[in-house]
């Protein structure tokens, strides 16, 4: 397995970028959906945080892109220009940055479930991506669709197995799955199989999408781990604990010994 941490990247969280490399993990950079957006000169804000974050940190490098109202094949054509000038700017900010690796939430809305646009919803995201993978192909990036409040990961299965390019996996947001969707994380984990490319790892106890540090929730991560190392070896886990650097790195740290430790013990380490 590989490892990130997730990072918004203020100040104070430069001085632990040397141990985040010397323990081997990336980092994947954030806050472009909740307080990039808001403006003009907050977008630019936060790219001029993150050029400060790359400039000391020459590892694996992954952003999480803007979420809020991306619908990629939205129905409504004024909507649809303004997601893809926004997904213009966020290919902008990965190409700086040089990441290797862009997370995107599916898209996926409950409008869809009540208006039964479920084979709408597929067909225009397969258009979509089938066009718009090759920029970032081009540009050794990586797009991973994640989970928000999809009840299933059977669509962006089909999604991704009918654009076909290997350039295009997926996310799992554990914390969602568990407070969106009645299958269980093992079934998740086993249906996305070999398209699941990354992990974004917090806990919750269902009462809302806390983020906090793992074990604090319900989550049972000893069977997710289990789930992953059988049917996903391949995906990074990316953390995305919404704490203090101390509480995230103590995280960090446990999770990469739990899983050398595992891989040891039924011979996947190298």
């Known amino acids: 397995m590989n490892f990130m941490m997730c990072m918004r990247g203020e100040p104070e969280q430069l001085p632990f970028l040397a141990e985040i490399a010397e323990l081997g993990a990336g980092i994947e950079l954030g806050s ?42 939205h129905i409504d ?52 991506w089938q066009r718009e993978i090759h920029r970032w192909a081009d540009a050794g990036i990586v797009i991973v669709l994640e989970n928000d409040t999809d009840k299933s990961p059977d669509l962006m299965v089909q999604l991704v197995n009918k654009v076909d390019n290997p350039w295009l996996g997926l996310c799992m947001d554990i914390g ?17 199989g070999n398209r699941l490319w990354h992990i974004h790892l917090h ?23 289990t789930a992953l190392l059988q049917h996903a070896p391949q995906a990074t886990i990316s953390l995305e604990v919404e704490d203090g650097m101390e509480v995230k790195m103590s ?19 190298s």
């Open 251 to 269: 995280d960090l740290r446990k999770l990469i010994a739990y899983f050398a430790s595992k891989e040891r013990s039924i011979g996947l380490s």
């Open 176 to 192: 969602h799955q568990h407070m969106f969707s009645e299958l269980d994380a093992l079934e998740w984990v086993r249906r996305m």
């Open 32 to 73: 472009y959906g909740m307080i990039g957006i808001r403006s003009e000169q907050d977008w630019q804000t936060r790219l001029t945080l993150h050029r400060a974050i790359r400039n000391q940190f020459q590892g694996t490098l992954a952003i999480h892109g803007p979420f809020i109202g991306m619908e990629y094949a």
């Open 77 to 128: 054509h004024l909507l649809r220009e303004a997601v893809h000038r926004r997904l213009d700017m966020t290919f902008d900010v990965a190409v700086k940055l040089k990441a290797s690796c862009v997370v995107l939430h599916s898209g996926y809305r409950v409008e869809n479930d009540l208006f039964k646009l479920q084979e709408d919803w597929l067909v225009g995201n397969t258009e979509f």
């Open 203 to 225: 806990d919750n106890d269902q009462t809302g999408d806390n983020h906090w540090s793992l074990g604090r929730g319900t989550i049972d991560f000893e069977s997710f781990y």
